[in-house]
């Protein structure tokens, strides 16, 4: 796929959704790359739903588990811990 397809792709609202999605996590530094990827990856395979990203983004910290980071939620509870 080209830039210009990505472009078209993804609207001001769909962005605006992701980032929230990706903010109800404190995520390390390092892996925010990775869970903003993650993110992006299931957008395009047809995950539109808010709610299902962020269930999909949690399953997936939670599938990275290893030890070396929490994942706390907007609450501040700890949740996961990310490798």
């Not at 995520?27 to 539109?48: P, S, W």
Request: proline fraction near 0%; glycine fraction near 6%; avoid cysteine.
């Amino acid at each position: 796929m080209t830039f210009d397809i990505y472009r078209e792709a993804f609207r001001a609202d769909d962005l605006a959704m992701l980032r929230r999605v990706l903010a109800r996590h404190d995520v390390r530094k390092t892996a925010t790359d990775e869970a903003a990827r993650f993110l992006i990856h299931k957008f395009q395979e047809g995950v539109a739903h808010e709610s299902d990203l962020a269930r999909a983004l949690e399953t997936h910290l939670t599938s990275r588990s290893s030890g070396s980071g929490i994942v706390e939620s907007r609450a501040g509870s700890r949740r996961n811990r990310i490798g």
